[in-house]
């Protein structure tokens, strides 16, 4: 067996090994709001930006802080501690927007998320994920998808399709439409 055989088969072995561990862990961006710490599927963040100050839109939600302007596209911008119940976020310079991309009425939207500090990517294995609480979490229940337990701490991991109701999703996406017609 030759050197290229040997080294086929080591680079199948660890594709192989990557799957494996791929198909029990999963990405996740972790983020400082308060005192707690979440996370949100990597898979449906779009990006990280730093903080801006969003355009306020008159008869919104409290927790919608405005929109921007990201690239040519407006993106609805939350406040997620106002959207939690809490104080709003107090803007420092770690503040940052995670655009999150949600899908509604088999259509992307993207929503921007204000939270303290971003903190890192990481892979939570299946088994180190518990259901949600059904009390004690400072947050609604049916926002959370599971508790990741990582070094031994608790972290929330949200779900963000159900952060925002059918509803409130409708109203982001009225404001989205009404501000690209005026674009136009």
């Known amino acids: 067996m030759g050197q290229a055989d040997t080294k086929e088969q080591t680079e199948s072995a660890g ?32 990006e990280i930006i730093d903080y801006a100050d ?22 609805p911008v939350i406040d997620l501690a106002k959207r939690f ?23 992307p939207l993207e929503i921007g ?3 303290d500090l971003v903190n890192e990517v990481l892979d939570i294995d299946d088994e180190n994920i518990e ?3 059904s009390f004690g979490a400072s947050i609604r229940t049916d926002f959370i ?12 991991i949200l779900n963000v399709d159900k952060v925002l109701s059918l509803a409130e999703l409708s109203v982001v996406e009225q404001v989205q439409s009404r501000e690209e017609i005026c674009k136009d």
């Open 85 to 107: 119940g809490e104080q709003p976020t107090a803007i420092t310079k770690r503040t940052s927007v995670v655009v999150i991309e949600l899908e509604n009425n088999g259509h």
């Open 113 to 115: 998320v204000i939270v």
């Open 15 to 46: 594709q192989n090994s990557m799957q494996e561990e791929s198909n029990d862990a999963h990405q996740f961006l972790t983020f400082q709001l308060a005192d707690e710490v979440y996370a949100i599927d990597i898979l449906h963040v779009r």
């Open 54 to 75: 969003p355009t306020v839109v008159p008869m919104m939600p409290k927790f919608i802080a405005g929109v921007i302007n990201l690239r040519g596209s407006v993106v």
């Open 145 to 156: 998808s599971g508790m990741g337990n990582v070094g031994g701490k608790f972290l929330i």
């Open 131 to 133: 259901p949600a609480p």
